[in-house]
């Protein structure tokens, strides 16, 4: 049995075939759900327009989350064609490169922190206010991608991280403010991935290999992955857990650096 069927999911942050989010709507698509898709303003639209048939296709929104008529406008679209909702996936994060590059407190600047704090952050809590009356009552799900450089200091995440806590806090407030509605609020604190967000960071390839040699499982996550443990949290199958971070990283998180066995594999 489909876990998702007959659920209504906005589908937020596609922009490739690699997209963490494009990993998400396969699933919630193999579980029966119906999805509406939403995409970073005019210029994106097209990109989205060619990945949601395989998606099951559905509505397909402009949505710059800096943009709160955007945000009120996709919600009372969804309101008029749906009259409810049962699911939020924010998969949205951007910081301006000199904030997640090299040292810290160089690369800082008050306009980069807000960008990121607003696109990356802010617009969790947001997408939550906007979605709120749509969803009450409904044992709907909102959920939100994170990365480790939430709660450790990753080198070069820089502001990302600062973006990322203060990202997964708001799931905390926004659990015990929708709770009583009945509405979940989970994040997802992934591994790295190859993606859009990803390619260009330099480092990149060898941060993956580190991970891998690193992990208990001994490889990279992949977006499918993620989807796999997003279709479990928006189901009801998750309806005891809110206020969680899930961490989708092969077990890298829960280990510290030791000896070095050249990340050894599993034995035959
Ligand atoms: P991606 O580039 O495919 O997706 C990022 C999305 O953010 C894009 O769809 C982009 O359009 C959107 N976006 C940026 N600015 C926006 C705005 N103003 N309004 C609306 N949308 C905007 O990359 P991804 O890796 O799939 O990233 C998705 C999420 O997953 C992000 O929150 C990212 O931080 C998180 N994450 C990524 C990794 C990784 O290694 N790739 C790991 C953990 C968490
Ligand atoms: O959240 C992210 C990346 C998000 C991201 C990516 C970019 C690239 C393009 C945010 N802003 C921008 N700005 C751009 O101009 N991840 C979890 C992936 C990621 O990014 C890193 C990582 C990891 C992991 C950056 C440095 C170190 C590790």
């Known amino acids: 049995m ?46 989205v327009e060619k990945l949601a048939p395989e998606l099951g ?26 009259g409810g909702v049962d699911g939020v996936v924010h998969s949205i994060g951007y910081a ?28 969790f809590a947001a997408l939550g206010k906007a979605a709120r009356p749509l969803m009450k009552g ?3 799900a909102l959920l939100t991608l994170s990365y480790l450089g939430a709660v450790r200091s990753v080198p070069n995440y820089n502001t990302m991280g600062v973006a990322k806590a203060a990202l997964e806090a708001n799931v905390r407030y926004m659990a015990a403010t929708l709770g009583p509605e009945g509405t979940r609020v989970n994040g997802i ?26 992990a208990p499982l001994r490889r990279n996550i992949t977006a499918d992955e993620v989807g796999n443990v997003a279709a479990f949290l928006l189901s009801d199958w998750a309806s005891a857990m809110t206020g969680e971070i ?23």
């Open 96 to 123: 301006p490169r000199d904030a997640i590059t090299g040292d810290f407190l160089d690369g800082l600047s008050r306009s980069s922190f807000m960008t990121a704090m607003d696109i990356s952050a802010y617009s």
């Open 57 to 82: 296709g559905g509505l397909i929104m402009s949505m710059d989350v800096t943009k709160q008529d955007e945000i009120d406008g996709v919600f009372s679209k969804l309101g008029s064609e749906w």
């Open 189 to 214: 604190s992934a591994g790295p991935i190859k993606t859009l967000a990803a390619s260009g960071i330099a480092g990149f390839s060898t941060m993956l290999k580190n991970f891998a040699n690193a």
């Open 246 to 268: 899930l961490y989708v990283d092969n077990g890298y998180s829960q280990v510290a650096a030791g000896m070095d066995d050249g990340g050894e594999k599993p034995k035959e």
């Open 2 to 47: 489909p876990i998702l069927q007959d659920k209504k999911i906005l589908l937020t942050g596609l922009l490739s075939n690699r997209s963490i989010a494009f990993g998400i709507g396969k699933a919630l698509k193999r579980e029966g759900a119906t999805l509406a898709f939403t995409y970073a303003g005019e210029g994106m639209r097209e990109r």
């Open 138 to 140: 409904r044992n709907g």
